[in-house]
């Protein structure tokens, strides 16, 4: 009951689902017990069938998997805005996808465009971890890393992190860490392990203050 429906063949299956609003040829067409879901545009979300909570914009929004053929019959409470918008796999809930023929990455997760964005612009200050951004990037986590550069996924990387008194710790995957310009070291320092220098006449090494090292 209290459903919307326009367009040919749009919510023409449906059976005890609620609360659904389609526009646009068969959009929701295949929706038997899926509820509160809303589609706009031909063919949006027309493989759904028990999903619920859906908002699908554009022409094939939500129909398909990442394989463009599988139908995306039960995700729910997920949001796909773009044509041929598709979801990473059956039954993902929280799944956020914008943009022409983007992939979903799974539950709980948001995608912004498809894999033939080179560049994204965001104006102001932005929060990872936090609603209170005091900088361009500020990521806020109160265990483990708060940044990480990798280069192969859970294996080759260098991690970056703050503890409660704000001292930072870099902690890579290798075994050294290179600076290809001056480093200044300014107030007391503590060094532990092997110490190689370069070569005085080119590179510059420069302390400021009290340095000790344990070796």
Same mark, same amino acid.
């Given at each position: ?20 609003? %389609?526009?646009?040829?068969? *959009? ?27 908002? %699908?914009?554009?022409?094939? *929004? !939500? ?7 599988? *139908? ?16 990473? *796999?059956?039954?993902n809930s929280?799944?956020?996808?914008? !943009?022409? +023929? ?7 997760? +948001? ?19 936090t609603t !209170?951004?005091? +900088? ?80």
């Amino acid at each position: 009951g209290d459903h919307v429906a326009i367009g040919y063949n749009a919510l023409s299956s449906n059976t005890t689902g609620y609360e659904n609003a %389609a526009l646009g040829r068969s *959009a929701l067409s295949a929706n038997t017990t899926g509820y509160e879901n809303t589609a706009i545009g031909h063919y949006a979300l027309i493989s759904n069938t028990t999903g619920y909570r859906n908002v %699908a914009l554009g022409k094939s *929004a !939500g129909r398909y998997l990442a394989d463009g053929v599988t *139908a995306n019959t039960t995700s729910n409470t997920s949001v796909y805005i773009g044509t041929r918008t598709e979801s990473s *796999a059956n039954g993902n809930s929280n799944e956020i996808v914008i !943009g022409y +023929a983007a992939e979903g990455a799974g539950s709980n997760s +948001a995608v912004l465009g498809n894999t033939s964005v080179t560049k994204t612009i965001l104006r102001g200050n932005v929060g990872v971890g936090t609603t !209170g951004p005091d +900088a361009n990037i500020d990521s806020l986590k109160t265990t483990g890393e708060q940044l990480r550069l990798t280069y192969t996924d859970g294996t080759v990387y260098t991690g970056f992190t703050t503890d409660v008194s704000g001292n930072l710790t870099i902690n890579n995957s290798g075994t050294k860490s290179t600076f290809s310009d001056s480093l200044y070291v300014d107030g007391a320092s503590l060094f532990n392990g092997a110490i190689t220098l370069g070569d005085a006449s080119t590179d510059d090494i420069v302390f400021t203050g009290s340095v000790a090292s344990h070796i």
